[in-house]
């Protein structure tokens, strides 16, 4: 069969695999509530960490203000469920929050996505900011005290089919004509504009698309965790997301997903030291820039190619062509 | 009126603290294009330093700023030779995200060694106490201290950078790195020089806002570091002058807003002021407009 | 070469974690034989570290002194203590943790209302008591309407300090208009702010002016120079000593010599370093005990505590400590040493006695019924202590 859909039916078992082995280790009672916190924090932060991945790591533009989309992501979720708690309502809220987000990215992204880098990371920085801060202030969002007694929707199924879906959908979004415009923007954003890529739309789009899965990380995590305030979508938010991104490697999704659970393995591990444990963060932060800058994939992926080269006795024979059959 | 004045005066006071820290950050971008986020760090550790020679080694203030200065020189340069030194080919993202992790170092390592809370700092001998009124505006010494200390700290930079063959030096770096090598300045000193003369000034503002505000703590650098980049970009980045104009415009813009009762908005307010100079004039108010060439 | 060394140095650090994994946290069974388990949720690092590392003092000193004294019911106390870095979503985990990874049958904190509150429902799940000392928000306790079953208290409400201190502004300080300047960026300020509000206003008298601040701000001249321009005769400000001490400068500095009014957020030796003594004058807050009480009970806890710590102890401490025996009693008079019992003798605490004052909880809100001290500062030394009631 084509590999193409090899690959496909390949990635399927996978995920079939992690979604009834997790339900299995759930119902057997080995991942209990601690542990299915953990697993919450882990699954928002790939969300996050491969819509964040889509703007930085494919399209080149350096975002530091992915926690202001979290942020309207939670706090439309948030309203929407404690006045309409039900399943409903959770849709409702993710999809208001996720909307909401993609329409402030255009918004915001359309006239500072001119900026290079530096520029750019300093001004969606101020973005998220200035989100915060209002957030802060308005009487809706109840100011700094946040907002508590959210209901909880989020389980197994719902965690597996968003974060599959997210990377199921933006990796088909950077295999589109749309994600190869990405990603030649990032390259060169001159000689793509010079081939016919419209980078300003490109980008645009990209900001949008990755705001909107920010959003819906947000929302998973407004209906785990009870209790959402503005200063947890502050700047150390963006930059968290930002560390799992690089150290996965900008412009690999399987990067992404890899760092997020490392990160949140070695989180839970330091659990014991927490003096410590944010010196270490950035020791590693800077000790990885220095030494490998690209992260741990750089940007490649986890491929089948991979496994199968792992595998004993399969080897794809060449077929030589001679002399005598061109003859 | 007098109420206005007295703003006024608020205004100048923690606009030339930002203009202290923005002139740190402009210069650093005007030669290696890097936002240092760890200079707002640096500053904090210059207030630390100040707190600890006026408290522990019982030093006076004036001994102290020098004290501050010398050891936040020190740091910039040991900083700039580990972490961003090895990256220089490397790409902006990189060097950024180094920066931040540096930023974050200096922060969690010394809230380990010194504990999270906010510190005082020791009260100062009497005429630094002073306060001066005129009718119903209130002055204190320390206010025309920080003015004062920052200018003449702004024209000695001036000094350096326009009538030493350093300054010369910074200032051929920056046009055309290259260019300057070839013309046979050292350019890994030129910028280490650079990064000293910025977080001496980094280290003269964290004492000056340790004594000023009476309190310091190990996170104290992230805000107004940001502000204090805004500055810079809004004055024109990697132009000194542009700095100082950022500076007071920002100090002013925060104490305006306060003084109209949206003192929460503050932060809002210079972000957005941020952007907007970014989408209509990025190069700044003095800055000029340089095409991106093919 | 360089790929070698990476990962060599991957295959040391996994080895170290996994090292370290075998002798952190494992889930260990519940209470044995011999010791009865409580936890801390602490804020132990983060904005608020100062208040989580207070308590815990208070509350390692307590629970010394318990079992040096014998235990409870012959047990001794173990504690197990997580740091929840004063984010919300770490106290939920970090409880969900106690409760069902170590099995405590009590947990102790946070400290404050935010993150108290985002425990709350993991508490009514697992049916373990939880119980802070220092989380003082309005709606913590009964959420519209609701009694939270497994959510206790052991210092007053927000609603309580303010209305206290507005009463004593009116009667004690004849004051008949006040600026309020709240921290807007705490739960805790804003209820005492709209307290003190409701009551003073009750009283007859009229906020002239309302302003705000957030945390971790340092420049309040522009608000006070703002503020200077109304005429008032107090000025209230509910929030954290760090902000507190530094409005209070720069308001004497620049020539404000009215009353200036507060909670029990003053209530720390960083109040006097931020301020200096000399503008610590006509200064009065709300607390939950002083340390000029002549009552034995206190000052023998002070002495303890400075004997211990080296250090006057704040109310944080105090809460602390008065908690941790709280709990212990509660232990000792529950049937069995689980959540469920132990809750019910929380519920129906009597006359319990503390350094912080002596209450009962009233089983319908499970709010602890005690009085309050107003302090008041005279050159940054505390010289009078009035006790109100309700």
Same mark, same amino acid.
């Given at each position: 069969m084509n590999p193409r859909l090899k690959s496909i039916l390949a990635k399927t078992a996978v995920a079939a695999v992690v979604y009834v082995g997790v339900l299995l280790l759930v119902q057997v009672g080995i991942i209990d509530a601690y542990l299915q916190a953990t697993m919450v924090t882990i699954c928002v932060n790939i969300i996050l960490a491969v819509s964040l991945n889509l703007v930085t790591?494919? #399209?080149?533009q350096f975002s530091l203000g992915h926690a202001g989309f979290m942020a309207i992501g939670a706090y439309s979720t948030a309203l929407i469920t404690m006045s309409m708690p039900t399943v409903l309502g959770f849709i409702l809220g993710l999809l208001v929050g996720a909307i909401l987000a993609a329409l402030v990215g255009f918004l915001i992204g359309l006239? /500072? $996505?001119?900026?290079?880098g530096d520029y750019l990371a300093i001004a969606t920085l101020g973005m998220a900011e200035i989100i915060r801060v209002l957030l802060l202030n308005f009487e809706f969002s109840n100011g700094a005290a946040g907002l508590s007694g959210i209901p909880q929707f989020v389980n197994w199924n719902w965690l597996f089919v968003l974060t599959a879906g997210t990377i199921v959908l933006i990796s088909n979004f950077l295999n589109s004509r749309h994600g190869r415009d990405c990603i030649a923007v990032r390259e060169d954003e001159i000689a793509a504009e010079s081939i016919g890529v419209r980078s300003t739309q490109a980008k645009t789009l990209a900001f949008s698309v990755g705001a909107f899965f920010g959003a819906i990380a947000g929302g998973v995590y407004a209906s785990y965790f009870y209790f959402i305030k503005p %200063? $947890?979508?502050?700047f150390m938010q963006s930059i968290n997301i930002l560390v799992i991104v690089v150290l996965g490697g900008l412009g690999s999704i399987s990067g992404s997903i890899i760092a997020a659970i490392l990160l949140a393995v070695v989180s839970t591990l330091l659990q014991p030291f927490p003096e410590i444990r944010m010196i270490l963060y950035s020791l590693v932060l800077v000790v990885l820039m220095v030494f490998?800058? =690209?992260?741990?994939m750089g940007s490649r992926e986890l491929s089948l190619s991979l496994f199968s080269k792992l595998l004993p006795g399969r080897r794809q024979t060449r077929t030589k062509v001679t002399a005598e059959d061109a003859a | 009126m007098e109420q206005f004045l007295q703003q006024v005066v608020n205004g100048l006071s923690i606009g030339s603290i930002y203009a202290l820290i923005a002139l740190g950050y402009t210069m650093v971008y005007g030669i290696?294009?890097?936002?240092?986020?760890?200079h707002g760090d640096v500053y904090m550790v210059g207030a630390y330093v100040g707190y600890a020679s006026m408290?522990?080694?019982?030093?006076?203030f004036f001994t102290s700023l020098l004290v501050a200065m010398a050891a936040c020189t020190v740091l910039g340069v040991i900083i700039e030779r580990v972490a961003y030194k090895p990256l220089r080919n490397s790409t902006r993202i990189a060097v950024l995200i180094t920066a931040i992790g540096v930023s974050l170092l200096l922060e969690y390592t010394m809230m380990y060694f010194v504990g999270p809370e906010h510190r005082a700092y020791p009260a100062l001998p009497g005429f630094m106490s002073h306060t001066f009124h005129f009718g119903e505006v209130v002055i204190t010494m320390l206010q025309i201290m920080i003015v004062t200390i920052s200018i003449v700290l702004m024209i000695v930079l001036q000094f350096i950078v326009r009538r030493t063959r350093l300054g010369k030096a910074m200032r051929a770096v920056s046009q055309d790195r290259d260019a300057a090598q070839l013309m046979g300045i050292s350019v890994d000193n030129t910028i280490s020089f650079t990064f000293a003369l910025g977080s001496a000034l980094a280290g003269a503002a964290g004492v000056l806002v340790g004594v000023y505000y009476n309190s310091v703590n190990p996170l104290m650098g992230i805000l107004p570091g940001l502000k204090a980049f805004v500055a810079a970009v809004l004055g024109g980045i990697g132009l000194i002058p542009g700095a100082l104009l950022g500076g007071y415009v920002i100090g002013a813009t925060e104490t305006f807003v306060a003084s109209i009762g949206f003192s929460m908005l503050r932060d809002a307010v210079v972000f957005a002021l941020l952007i907007i100079v970014l989408i209509f004039?990025?190069?700044?108010?003095l800055g000029k407009n340089v095409r991106e060439k093919v | 070469m360089k790929r070698r060394f990476a990962a060599i140095a991957a295959a040391a650090l996994s080895l170290s974690l996994l090292a370290g994994c075998g002798s952190s946290g494992s889930g260990t069974s519940g209470s044995s034989a011999d010791t009865v388990k409580v936890g801390l949720n602490y804020e132990?690092?983060?904005?608020?570290?100062t208040y989580g590392d207070a308590s815990v003092k208070g509350i390692q000193m307590a629970v010394e002194e318990i079992n040096a004294a014998g235990g409870v019911n012959g047990k001794q106390i173990e504690i197990v203590k997580y740091d929840n870095k004063s984010e919300p979503a770490e106290a939920t985990t970090l409880a969900t943790k106690l409760m069902?990874?170590?099995?405590?049958?009590s947990v102790i904190g946070p400290a404050t209302s935010g993150s108290f509150k985002a425990t709350i429902p993991v508490a009514n799940q697992n049916k373990v008591p939880v119980v802070s000392g220092?989380? /003082?928000?309005?709606d913590l306790l009964v959420q519209n309407g609701v009694l939270q079953e497994f959510a206790f208290r052991t210092c007053f409400s927000d609603s309580y300090q303010g209305t206290a201190m507005a009463n004593f502004a009116t =009667?004690? $300080?004849?004051?008949k208009t006040a600026v309020i300047l709240k921290d807007t960026s705490s739960d805790y300020a804003k209820g005492l702010a709209d307290n003190f509000a409701k009551q003073f206003t009750a009283n007859?008298? #009229?906020?002239v002016a309302e302003e705000g601040y957030v945390a971790?701000?340092?420049?309040f001249n522009p608000i006070v120079t703002r503020i200077k321009g109304q005429s008032f005769d107090v000025m209230y400000v509910p929030g954290y000593y760090n902000e507190v001490g530094l409005i209070i400068k720069q308001a004497r500095d620049q020539g404000i010599d009215q009353p200036i009014l507060g909670g029990?957020?003053?209530?720390?030796?960083g109040l006097l370093e931020k301020a200096g003594a000399a503008a610590l004058n006509q200064v009065y807050f709300t607390n !939950?005990? &002083?340390?000029? %009480? =002549? %009552?034995p009970t206190v000052q023998d806890f002070i002495k303890a505590f400075k004997d211990k710590y080296g250090e006057e102890p704040n109310a944080f401490h105090a809460l602390g400590y008065d908690t941790a025996y709280f709990v212990a009693d509660a232990i000792k008079r529950a &049937?069995?040493? /689980?959540g469920e019992a132990i809750q019910q003798a929380m519920a129906s #605490?009597?006359?319990?006695?503390?350094v912080t004052g002596t209450f009962s909880i009233d089983?319908? #809100? !499970?709010?602890?019924v005690k009085s309050a001290v107003v302090i008041g500062l005279k050159d940054g030394v505390q010289v009078s202590a009035e006790r109100s009631s309700r």
């Open positions: 790591g494919f #399209t080149g006239p /500072t $996505l001119r900026l290079r %200063d $947890l979508f502050g490998r800058p =690209q992260g741990i | 290696i294009q890097l936002i240092n986020f760890a408290s522990f080694l019982g030093l006076d004039k990025p190069s700044g108010l | 132990l690092s983060g904005p608020v570290a069902t990874n170590d099995k405590v049958v220092s989380a /003082t928000a309005d =009667q004690s $300080l004849s004051a007859g008298g #009229t906020i971790g701000e340092t420049e029990d957020g003053f209530d720390s030796p !939950h005990y &002083s340390s000029l %009480d =002549q %009552d &049937s069995e040493p /689980t #605490t009597t006359d319990f006695s503390g089983p319908e #809100t !499970h709010e602890p």
